[in-house]
Structures are given as structure tokens and as C-alpha cells.
């Protein structure tokens, strides 16, 4: 039986992009990478998010079961649009206002999902690596 020797490094081909490629010694993970990106960003897409959410609901429900007009509530349309920052940051404001909220809104659910996914996943390795025999 002959051995062959493995090519030499000017022979092999690339690894694939889709290959895991090794940890260094002292990188961290993916997973951990991605989930202090998600805490670090956390904060700051909170809070925008929360005015949204909940002056679009005051809005809906103080219009449909308070019988505030549409000039009462215009207010709130003003914080859920992000028209208040105009005087800071000039006419683009309620567009970029809303891009960055959707934006921080999409990365959250992706990398909290994903973050969730991976958790359930290893989870369910740990238990199926302590059934067997014996």
C-alpha cells in the first residue's frame, strides 16, 4: 500500500468561501463576535424604536377609540415620523430617521434570531451527545 504525501502548498486548491475557516488562538467566535455587535447596538436602537412603536400605537388607539381628531394627534405623528429632529439634522431627517430605524429594527430580529437559532441548535447537540449506550 503506498502513502502518498499531501500536495505541497503551491498545489492545493483555495479553500472554499463557504468553509468554516479555523479560530485563531485568542479570536473569538463568530457567535461571540455577533453577539457583543447585537448588545453593543442594542442601546442605541432601543430607544428609537420604543418612541416609534409607541407613539404609532397611542396615535392608532387615542384616534380610533379616544375621538381625537387628526389634529389633536398630529403630535404624535410628528415623534413617529421623526419630524422633531428636523431643526437638528435639517430636511432629510424623517427619511434618515426612518431607514436607520428599519435598518436597526432588521439587525436586531436577524442577529437575535440567529443568536437564538444557535443557542437552541448547540442545545440540542449537548442533549444528544449524552444519549448512547452503556
Do not use: C, F
Not at 53 to 71: F, K, T
Not at 79 to 93: D, N, Q, R, V, Y
Not at 98 to 104: A, D, I, K, S
Amino acid at each position: 500500500m503506498a502513502h502518498s504525501n499531501p500536495p505541497p502548498e503551491a498545489e492545493r486548491a483555495p479553500p472554499s468561501p463557504w468553509q468554516r475557516r479555523p479560530l485563531q488562538p485568542g479570536e473569538p467566535s463568530l457567535a461571540l463576535r455577533l453577539r457583543q455587535a447585537h448588545a453593543n447596538l442594542a442601546p442605541l436602537v432601543l430607544a428609537p424604536l420604543l418612541i416609534t412603536v409607541s407613539s404609532g400605537v397611542a396615535y392608532r388607539l387615542l384616534r380610533d377609540w379616544g375621538g381625537w381628531g387628526r389634529d389633536r394627534a398630529h403630535g404624535l405623528m410628528v415623534l413617529h415620523e421623526g419630524e422633531w429632529l428636523k431643526p437638528w439634522l435639517g430636511s432629510g431627517a424623517e427619511t434618515l430617521y426612518v431607514l436607520l430605524n428599519g435598518l436597526g429594527l432588521l439587525w436586531m430580529l436577524g442577529s437575535g434570531g440567529w443568536l437564538a437559532w444557535d443557542r437552541w441548535r448547540r442545545s440540542g447537540q449537548q442533549r444528544g451527545a449524552g444519549k448512547g449506550g452503556a
